[in-house]
Nanobody, 121 residues
Framework: QVQVVESGGGLVQSGGSLRLACAVS????????MTWYRQGTGSERELVAG?????????ADSVKARFTISQDINKNTKTLYLQMNSLNLEDTAVYYC?????????????WGQGTQVTVSS
């Protein structure tokens, strides 16, 4: 079974930084795509940044030059980090991580529980 756990959210002042982490365990060799999404109050969930095996990282226009993703892989865990700099009020949202891969012949997506990021003025 694949588990996805996000961490690192919190309250930060405008202009500040946070680093989120998404730890995936279980079938990690089958997970080929990991993506950060966010959903603000009253808004639809939107893609923030993601990476797929063999491809460059992709970013939403609203976060380019401010957010950076990186990945760390060890024997049992694959972790995707989201470094967020120059945060502004519009970045306030629940941030979710999705891990996607071929598991037992089926394309599956696994979601974490989300982590709240609140930017204050």
């Amino acid at each position: 079974q694949v588990q996805v756990v996000e961490s690192g959210g919190g309250l930060v002042q405008s202009g500040g930084s946070l680093r989120l982490a998404c730890a995936v365990s279980g079938h990690i060799n089958s997970i080929d795509t990991m993506t950060w999404y966010r959903q603000g109050t009253g808004s639809e969930r939107e893609l923030v940044a993601g990476i797929s095996s063999g491809e460059r990282a992709k970013y939403a226009d609203s976060v380019k030059a401010r957010f950076t993703i990186s990945q760390d892989i060890n024997k049992n865990t694959k972790t995707l980090y989201l470094q967020m700099n120059s945060l502004n009020l519009e970045d306030t949202a629940v941030y979710y991580c999705a891990a996607v891969g071929w598991i037992t012949g089926t394309r599956r997506t696994y979601w974490g529980q989300g982590t709240q990021v609140t930017v204050s003025s």
